[in-house]
């Protein structure tokens, strides 16, 4: 039986919630809060469902079939305005990580000579009219598309005209690469870290060089569900902000690699998880560096939603054009979306929950 969350009574039917993630390590949280036994804590049962990609995971949501998800964080701005789907106001209590992708090119690329956006643009120049050059982003709305086209650009190629840029689900992306059917592609970990150990690929960047501190992931849910649901709601984000924190702790980075490598969540060698997680992180071709805060699960203010994590998406999803027109968002309707006040409720859950199971432990222990 579960522990009711604000009196500590035994209950014999625990909430049950769908929650939906793709198999990506930043996914982390999810399953280590039900590893730890975070959802039950908080008097939750949670189904995880692994999704292939991000339009599954948000049509499930619109439709009802996950009542939450690990998500894109521009995805509860698009699914509210209704880019790409019907309209659905979506609201998120809980940043889930900051950073986490990385640029890979093709070993054709690297063997033309190409080490970066300038090499590669010269490469381009050379083979006009002889070649499609074509990335990969796992979806419209993210800060892959952000990022990709901003590091085209900065060498001066134009992402609109230059090179062809499509939609790939994450766990597709190497496959694609290794089939000669894309020449790049910017995601999140760890198939930047496959494609270099099965020298596939290599990495030209990562969004530590490129947006430092960006929000990547998000926890989204209805607007209807975050009113209808709230106990419940809140209650998730609790237990997962307490397992953000643990995913961030070096000392827990094997028990994450294990976790986030076994068949029902990522299903890859550990190996594969723990460049991105414990570093050097591996570009290839004999390159290893340190890159401090390549993955962010809690530490640096992560996982409040606030107005400024909210701007920086939105004025990416502007930049790349997927919201054509800014006025479509007011300014005061961001914390209707990017919602900081169910975040400090969950803090405030978490904070009386400890004081409850740490007077518990004073009485037991005085009783005894």
Known sequence: MSRNIHTGRSLENPQSLQVGFVPLTDCAPLAIARELGLFSKYNLEVHLRRELGWATIRDKIIHGELDAA???????????????????????????GLNGNAITLSRELWENGVRDAKSLREVMTRLRGRKVFTFGIPFPFSSHNFLLRHWLSSSGIDPQKDVQIVVVPPPQMFAN??????????????????????????????????????????????????????????????????????????ENADHVINVLSRPEYLNIPAASLRRSITGPFDFGHGRTEKVPGFQIFHRDGANEPSAEKAGWVLKTMHQTGVIPNRSLIPSAS????????????????????????????AENHTIA
């Open 177 to 250: 690469l290794k089939a000669g059917n894309l020449d790049g592609y910017c995601v999140g970990e760890p198939w930047n870290s496959i494609a270099v150990q099965n020298r596939i690929g290599w990495c030209a960047d990562t969004s530590v060089g490129l947006a430092p501190n960006h929000p990547e992931k998000v926890l989204m849910v209805r607007s209807r569900f975050a009113a209808d649901r709230a106990t419940e709601h809140l209650a998730l984000i609790a237990s997962l902000i307490e397992a953000c924190t643990y995913c961030d702790q070096p």
């Open 70 to 96: 690990h998500a894109l964080a521009g995805m509860p701005f698009a699914a509210t305005l209704g880019l790409g789907s019907v309209a659905c106001e979506c609201v998120t209590g809980l940043v889930l």
């Open 334 to 361: 961001i914390p209707k979306v990017f919602r900081s006040d169910i975040y400090q409720k969950a803090r405030n859950l978490i904070t009386s929950v400890t004081n409850h199971e740490d007077k518990s432990k």
